[in-house]
T-cell receptor, first 115, second 110 residues
Framework: DTGVSQNPRHKITKRGQNVTFRCDPI?????LYWYRQTLGQGPEFLTY????????KSRLLSDRFSAERPKGSFSTLEIQRTEQGDSAMYLC?????????????FGPGTRLTVT | AQRVTQPEKLLSVFKGAPVELKCNYS??????LFWYVQYSRQRLQLLLR??SRESIKGFTADLNKGETSFHLKKPFAQEEDSAMYYC????????????FGKGTHLIIQP
Protein backbone atom coordinates (compact mmCIF):
# COMPACT_ATOMS: atom_id res chain seq x y z
CA ASP A 1 0.00 0.00 0.00
CA THR A 2 1.56 3.28 -1.08
CA GLY A 3 -0.88 5.50 0.78
CA VAL A 4 -0.34 7.56 3.91
CA SER A 5 0.42 5.36 6.91
CA GLN A 6 0.08 6.15 10.61
CA ASN A 7 1.37 4.35 13.67
CA PRO A 8 0.16 3.25 16.06
CA ARG A 9 -3.43 2.80 15.00
CA HIS A 10 -4.66 2.80 18.58
CA LYS A 11 -3.12 4.18 21.75
CA ILE A 12 -4.49 4.00 25.28
CA THR A 13 -2.65 6.06 27.86
CA LYS A 14 -3.15 7.37 31.34
CA ARG A 15 -3.70 11.03 32.01
CA GLY A 16 -0.44 12.83 32.45
CA GLN A 17 1.61 10.53 30.24
CA ASN A 18 3.33 11.63 27.02
CA VAL A 19 2.44 10.04 23.68
CA THR A 20 3.99 10.22 20.22
CA PHE A 21 2.39 9.38 16.90
CA ARG A 22 4.09 8.85 13.57
CA CYS A 23 2.91 9.65 10.05
CA ASP A 24 4.56 8.46 6.83
CA PRO A 25 3.25 10.45 3.86
CA ILE A 26 3.08 9.32 0.26
CA UNK A 27 6.71 9.34 -0.83
CA UNK A 28 6.60 12.09 -3.47
CA UNK A 29 4.41 14.41 -1.40
CA UNK A 30 6.23 17.22 0.36
CA UNK A 31 3.22 18.74 2.12
CA LEU A 32 2.02 17.11 5.34
CA TYR A 33 -0.91 17.99 7.58
CA TRP A 34 -2.16 16.95 11.02
CA TYR A 35 -5.83 17.07 12.00
CA ARG A 36 -7.76 16.03 15.09
CA GLN A 37 -11.25 14.57 14.97
CA THR A 38 -13.52 14.09 17.98
CA LEU A 39 -16.79 12.18 18.03
CA GLY A 40 -19.51 13.85 15.99
CA GLN A 41 -17.18 16.50 14.58
CA GLY A 42 -15.34 16.96 11.36
CA PRO A 43 -11.54 16.96 11.29
CA GLU A 44 -9.96 20.08 12.83
CA PHE A 45 -6.71 21.39 11.40
CA LEU A 46 -3.71 21.34 13.74
CA THR A 47 -0.58 22.04 11.71
CA TYR A 48 1.04 21.90 8.27
CA UNK A 49 4.56 21.22 6.95
CA UNK A 50 6.13 21.91 3.61
CA UNK A 51 9.21 19.72 3.56
CA UNK A 52 10.73 20.15 7.02
CA UNK A 53 9.34 23.63 7.61
CA UNK A 54 6.30 24.00 9.84
CA UNK A 55 4.40 26.75 8.03
CA UNK A 56 1.07 26.91 9.79
CA LYS A 57 -0.20 26.14 13.28
CA SER A 58 -3.75 26.28 14.56
CA ARG A 59 -4.57 27.88 17.88
CA LEU A 60 -5.81 24.39 18.80
CA LEU A 61 -2.16 23.33 18.99
CA SER A 62 -1.49 24.14 22.63
CA ASP A 63 1.97 24.22 24.23
CA ARG A 64 1.58 20.55 25.13
CA PHE A 65 1.53 19.61 21.45
CA SER A 66 4.59 19.56 19.25
CA ALA A 67 5.05 18.33 15.72
CA GLU A 68 8.23 17.71 13.79
CA ARG A 69 9.26 16.64 10.35
CA PRO A 70 13.04 16.58 10.68
CA LYS A 71 14.08 15.37 7.23
CA GLY A 72 11.03 16.35 5.28
CA SER A 73 9.79 12.76 5.15
CA PHE A 74 7.90 11.25 8.10
CA SER A 75 6.41 13.40 10.83
CA THR A 76 5.78 12.93 14.53
CA LEU A 77 3.14 14.50 16.74
CA GLU A 78 3.85 14.48 20.46
CA ILE A 79 1.37 15.29 23.20
CA GLN A 80 2.85 15.94 26.62
CA ARG A 81 0.96 15.55 29.91
CA THR A 82 -2.09 14.13 28.18
CA GLU A 83 -5.56 15.14 29.35
CA GLN A 84 -8.87 13.36 28.88
CA GLY A 85 -9.88 16.06 26.43
CA ASP A 86 -7.06 14.92 24.13
CA SER A 87 -8.95 11.70 23.41
CA ALA A 88 -9.62 11.83 19.67
CA MET A 89 -8.69 10.44 16.30
CA TYR A 90 -5.50 12.08 15.00
CA LEU A 91 -5.37 12.18 11.23
CA CYS A 92 -2.42 12.82 8.97
CA UNK A 93 -2.68 13.86 5.33
CA UNK A 94 -0.24 14.66 2.56
CA UNK A 95 -0.50 16.42 -0.77
CA UNK A 96 1.72 16.74 -3.84
CA UNK A 97 3.43 19.89 -5.10
CA UNK A 98 2.54 19.28 -8.73
CA UNK A 99 -0.61 18.11 -10.45
CA UNK A 100 -3.49 17.77 -7.98
CA UNK A 101 -1.84 19.96 -5.36
CA UNK A 102 -5.20 20.77 -3.76
CA UNK A 103 -5.99 17.14 -2.93
CA UNK A 104 -5.11 15.97 0.56
CA UNK A 105 -4.65 12.21 0.93
CA PHE A 106 -5.57 11.02 4.40
CA GLY A 107 -4.14 8.25 6.50
CA PRO A 108 -6.21 5.82 8.58
CA GLY A 109 -5.67 7.81 11.76
CA THR A 110 -4.42 7.07 15.27
CA ARG A 111 -7.16 6.75 17.86
CA LEU A 112 -6.02 8.07 21.25
CA THR A 113 -7.87 7.22 24.44
CA VAL A 114 -6.76 8.97 27.61
CA THR A 115 -8.01 7.30 30.80
CA ALA B 1 -12.42 33.12 10.99
CA GLN B 2 -14.00 30.78 8.48
CA ARG B 3 -16.81 28.38 9.27
CA VAL B 4 -18.52 25.50 7.46
CA THR B 5 -22.02 24.43 8.43
CA GLN B 6 -23.69 21.17 7.51
CA PRO B 7 -27.16 21.38 9.03
CA GLU B 8 -28.06 17.70 8.73
CA LYS B 9 -26.26 15.13 10.88
CA LEU B 10 -28.20 12.31 9.25
CA LEU B 11 -29.98 12.05 5.91
CA SER B 12 -31.86 8.94 4.90
CA VAL B 13 -33.31 8.50 1.41
CA PHE B 14 -34.52 5.58 -0.66
CA LYS B 15 -32.54 4.13 -3.53
CA GLY B 16 -33.34 5.96 -6.75
CA ALA B 17 -34.46 9.13 -4.97
CA PRO B 18 -32.64 12.45 -5.40
CA VAL B 19 -30.10 13.45 -2.79
CA GLU B 20 -29.05 16.91 -1.63
CA LEU B 21 -26.53 17.41 1.17
CA LYS B 22 -26.42 20.99 2.33
CA CYS B 23 -23.31 23.02 3.04
CA ASN B 24 -23.06 26.69 3.93
CA TYR B 25 -19.89 28.59 4.64
CA SER B 26 -18.77 31.89 6.04
CA UNK B 27 -15.57 33.49 4.89
CA UNK B 28 -14.79 37.03 3.87
CA UNK B 29 -12.55 36.16 0.93
CA UNK B 30 -12.83 33.78 -2.02
CA UNK B 31 -12.31 30.28 -0.70
CA UNK B 32 -11.98 26.97 -2.41
CA LEU B 33 -14.71 24.48 -1.49
CA PHE B 34 -14.49 20.70 -1.45
CA TRP B 35 -16.56 17.66 -0.60
CA TYR B 36 -14.77 14.78 1.10
CA VAL B 37 -16.34 11.35 1.66
CA GLN B 38 -15.61 8.53 4.08
CA TYR B 39 -17.08 5.13 3.26
CA SER B 40 -17.42 2.55 6.03
CA ARG B 41 -13.99 1.37 7.23
CA GLN B 42 -12.20 3.47 4.62
CA ARG B 43 -10.14 6.65 4.73
CA LEU B 44 -11.37 10.13 4.15
CA GLN B 45 -11.01 10.93 0.45
CA LEU B 46 -11.70 13.82 -1.88
CA LEU B 47 -14.96 13.59 -3.82
CA LEU B 48 -15.35 16.99 -5.50
CA ARG B 49 -13.64 20.36 -5.85
CA UNK B 50 -15.74 23.38 -6.82
CA UNK B 51 -13.28 24.72 -9.37
CA SER B 52 -13.31 21.47 -11.32
CA ARG B 53 -17.06 21.66 -11.95
CA GLU B 54 -17.08 17.95 -12.70
CA SER B 55 -19.41 15.10 -11.85
CA ILE B 56 -17.92 12.33 -9.74
CA LYS B 57 -19.93 9.14 -9.13
CA GLY B 58 -22.96 11.08 -10.34
CA PHE B 59 -22.50 13.82 -7.73
CA THR B 60 -22.27 17.51 -8.58
CA ALA B 61 -21.88 20.62 -6.46
CA ASP B 62 -22.24 24.24 -7.46
CA LEU B 63 -20.72 27.11 -5.54
CA ASN B 64 -23.30 29.84 -4.92
CA LYS B 65 -21.38 32.86 -3.69
CA GLY B 66 -24.52 34.90 -3.11
CA GLU B 67 -25.96 32.31 -0.74
CA THR B 68 -22.51 31.15 0.41
CA SER B 69 -23.56 27.57 -0.24
CA PHE B 70 -21.97 24.51 -1.83
CA HIS B 71 -24.67 21.85 -1.77
CA LEU B 72 -23.92 18.33 -3.02
CA LYS B 73 -26.50 16.75 -5.30
CA LYS B 74 -27.18 13.48 -7.02
CA PRO B 75 -30.34 12.82 -9.06
CA PHE B 76 -30.65 9.09 -8.31
CA ALA B 77 -29.16 7.71 -5.11
CA GLN B 78 -27.47 4.31 -5.05
CA GLU B 79 -26.88 2.06 -2.05
CA GLU B 80 -23.11 2.43 -2.42
CA ASP B 81 -23.48 6.17 -1.80
CA SER B 82 -24.07 5.46 1.90
CA ALA B 83 -21.21 7.20 3.73
CA MET B 84 -20.16 10.22 5.80
CA TYR B 85 -19.86 13.37 3.71
CA TYR B 86 -17.85 16.38 4.81
CA CYS B 87 -17.87 19.81 3.24
CA UNK B 88 -14.52 21.59 3.55
CA UNK B 89 -13.16 25.06 2.89
CA UNK B 90 -9.65 26.20 2.00
CA UNK B 91 -9.21 29.92 2.63
CA UNK B 92 -6.24 30.33 0.30
CA UNK B 93 -3.75 33.13 0.54
CA UNK B 94 -1.07 30.71 1.62
CA UNK B 95 -3.16 28.96 4.27
CA UNK B 96 -3.42 25.28 3.52
CA UNK B 97 -5.34 23.81 6.43
CA UNK B 98 -8.84 22.71 5.55
CA UNK B 99 -11.83 23.78 7.66
CA PHE B 100 -14.39 20.97 7.75
CA GLY B 101 -18.06 20.88 8.61
CA LYS B 102 -19.35 18.36 11.12
CA GLY B 103 -20.42 15.97 8.41
CA THR B 104 -23.65 14.40 7.20
CA HIS B 105 -24.24 10.67 7.47
CA LEU B 106 -26.05 9.64 4.30
CA ILE B 107 -27.97 6.38 4.40
CA ILE B 108 -29.49 4.98 1.23
CA GLN B 109 -32.27 2.56 1.96
CA PRO B 110 -33.02 -0.25 -0.49
Amino acid sequence: DTGVSQNPRHKITKRGQNVTFRCDPISEHNRLYWYRQTLGQGPEFLTYFQNEAQLEKSRLLSDRFSAERPKGSFSTLEIQRTEQGDSAMYLCASSPTSGRTYEQYFGPGTRLTVT
Amino acid sequence: AQRVTQPEKLLSVFKGAPVELKCNYSYSGSPELFWYVQYSRQRLQLLLRHISRESIKGFTADLNKGETSFHLKKPFAQEEDSAMYYCALLPGGGADGLTFGKGTHLIIQP
